[in-house]
């Protein structure tokens, strides 16, 4: 089962405006951020506003509404502020390497990027 949601996690702080993101992109159901230590020349964070821990929660429990507004706005964050294609990543629990606990969608570009991210 997936923990429970943390509400003072930092992603939480950026959704409520409590601490500071360099953000692109928002709509109902989600928001787009620069990453605060990009790892390529272009590195975006989207993120949904709802309470969902990471991938598996999301999947699990959002509504179609959530998912539908939530993959738009990565979709749109890709085609208006990325080059000539990109790299989508969730790193989903603790094997998956996910540090902060509110789902996150890397999107990474700018540059050719070889075939994996260490
Ligand atoms: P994860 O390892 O959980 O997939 O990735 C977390 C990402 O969040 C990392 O790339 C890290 O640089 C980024 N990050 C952590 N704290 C902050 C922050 O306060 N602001 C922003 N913009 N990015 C952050």
């Given at each position: ?37 990009p790892q390529a020349p272009v590195h ?34 890709a085609?208006?502020?990325v080059g000539p294609g990109y790299r989508l990543l969730a790193n989903t629990?603790?094997?998956g390497g ?7 969608v890397h999107i990474f570009a700018g540059a050719p990027l070889g075939p994996m991210l260490a």
């Amino acid at each position: 089962a997936t923990q429970p949601y943390d509400d003072a996690n930092i992603f939480a702080k950026i959704l409520r405006g409590d601490i500071p993101a360099e953000r692109v992109y928002e709509n109902d159901f989600a928001l787009a951020f620069h990453d605060i230590a990009p790892q390529a020349p272009v590195h975006i964070l989207v993120i949904p506003r709802g309470p969902y821990v990471s991938w598996d929660d999301f999947s699990a429990r959002a509504s179609d509404a959530e998912i539908a507004g939530f993959t738009r706005a990565v979709g749109h964050v890709a085609r208006e502020h990325v080059g000539p294609g990109y790299r989508l990543l969730a790193n989903t629990g603790g094997h998956g390497g996910q540090e902060v606990p509110h789902l996150h969608v890397h999107i990474f570009a700018g540059a050719p990027l070889g075939p994996m991210l260490a």
